[in-house]
C-alpha cells in the first residue's frame, strides 16, 4: 500500500490538470513520512476506485512540491482540496471518516 494509485501532480503540471482542463478533481496533499497521510491511505485507495467515473484523483508530496504546499496555504497535512470547473470549491485538513470526505466531495461536485 503506498501512493503508487494516485496520479502524482507537479508543481509544473498542477494547474494543467486541474485548471485548464474543468474537470472535477480531488489533490490529496500529504507527504511520506506523514504517519496520519498513512492512515487516510485506505480511505483515499477506496475513493480512488469510488469515484473513478466522477472525478481525478491527484497526489502531491508537499516535500518535494513546496510551492504547492505555500501556494494553497495549506495548515498541515494531510490536506484533500477539491476543484470543479477549474475552482477550489472546499478542503478538508487532517484524518476523518470516510463518510465525512464523500459528504464534502458530493457537496462541492454537485452544488447548485
Do not use: W
Not at 518535494?64 to 484533500?80: A, N, S, T
Not at 470547473?85 to 464534502?104: A, D, P, Q, S
Amino acid at each position: 500500500m503506498g501512493y503508487e494509485r494516485f496520479q502524482r501532480l507537479t508543481a509544473e503540471d498542477f494547474d494543467t490538470h486541474i485548471f485548464d482542463n474543468g474537470t472535477p478533481s480531488l489533490v490529496f496533499f500529504a507527504a511520506k513520512r506523514c504517519e496520519i497521510c498513512k492512515e487516510l491511505l485506505p480511505i483515499m485507495e477506496e475513493l480512488v476506485d469510488d469515484y473513478s467515473d466522477k472525478l481525478h484523483v491527484y497526489f502531491v508530496d508537499v516535500d518535494e512540491y513546496v510551492e504547492l504546499h505555500k501556494r494553497f496555504r495549506l495548515r498541515g497535512i494531510p490536506q484533500l482540496l477539491i476543484f470543479n470547473h477549474g475552482e477550489l470549491k472546499n478542503r478538508v485538513g487532517g484524518l476523518h471518516e470516510k463518510e465525512e470526505i464523500i459528504e464534502v466531495i458530493d457537496s462541492s461536485l454537485y452544488e447548485e
